[in-house]
């Protein structure tokens, strides 16, 4: 049997690490570190500062190349076939170094509920036979960490909010029933699409992180602003992790 942990580590500041996170991280027999491409090094380099930081005891902590995911037209598809992947090298690895069973730990950013596929591909993993049991442990969201650091509520009086994708407030628009957005997953900056009257954005990069960026403001004055600023910090950093929330006016407080 397999306890597989999937512990959520936040936005990127160590900071953000729970006493339960560090608790089930020093529980564990092994710690899995995925590996992608050199333009995100500093992604495994947090997470292995933070084993460093927070290991005490006899955990093991082993690194794998992740697979990247194929560029297609055919998202969801292509995102299954990763996914697949991954559950593959997840297996490889158990195989490797939990042939008789143990704790697993694996190190989500933000949260494991909130736009992460960590649970879906442990499903892939009972799928391949495997007796797995999942244990979640939350983190800070990057929703959390982006309205903190703008000093916002997530929501107005009494209203609901909408968490949505790039993807989809591209391919549909604002959403007729919703007044207030957070969009995830955003890599074509899908604000700059929008009718910006009225509407006012919070957008933040790399929250939580030294490096950590934030702009606020009318959507029809700062809009050309986050996409100019956004590609710079791309290009400086390799990668860039980034969110916003969007908001009506006239809506509440």
């Known amino acids: 049997m397999i306890d597989l942990h999937l512990i959520g580590i936040g936005t990127g500041n160590p900071d ?60 969801l598809a ?15 690895q158990i195989a490797t170094h939990l042939p008789h069973g ?21 499903d892939r993993l009972r799928d391949r036979g495997l007796a797995i049991r999942v244990h979640v442990v939350p983190g800070i969201t990057s ?14 009086l009494a209203a609901p909010v909408l968490v ?6 591209r391919a549909d628009g604002w959403p007729a029933t919703a007044d207030t957005l957070a ?9 700059a699409t929008l009718d910006p009257h009225g509407v006012t954005i919070w957008w933040g990069a790399y929250l939580g992180m030294p490096h950590q960026a ?13 996409v100019a600023q956004r590609a710079r910090l791309r290009a400086e950093h390799g990668w860039i992790m980034d969110t916003y929330l969007l908001r009506r006016s006239g809506t509440g407080t």
């Not at 929703?143 to 107005?156: F, G, V």
């Not at 969009?183 to 604000?191: T, W």
């Open 214 to 226: 934030l702009v606020a403001g009318p959507l029809a004055a700062v809009s050309a602003d986050i």
């Open 102 to 122: 143990g704790r697993l730990a694996l190190l989500v950013w933000g949260d494991p509920s909130l736009y992460d596929s960590s649970l879906r591909i442990a």
């Open 164 to 169: 949505t994708t790039g993807r989809r407030l």
């Open 16 to 75: 953000h690490l729970t006493r339960a996170a560090a608790a089930a991280m020093n529980a564990a027999d092994l710690i899995l570190l995925p590996r992608k491409r050199d333009a995100t090094s500093d992604l495994i380099e947090l997470r292995r500062t933070l084993c460093a930081d927070v290991l005490h005891g006899a955990t093991r902590v082993v690194e794998f190349d992740l697979p990247e995911r194929a560029a297609s037209d055919a998202y």
């Open 143 to 156: 929703l959390q960490a982006l309205t903190a650091a703008h000093a916002i509520a997530l929501n107005t």
């Open 183 to 191: 969009v995830m997953l955003d890599g074509d900056c899908a604000f």
């Open 78 to 92: 292509a995102v299954g076939d990763w996914h697949d992947a991954i559950a593959a090298c997840w297996a490889r």
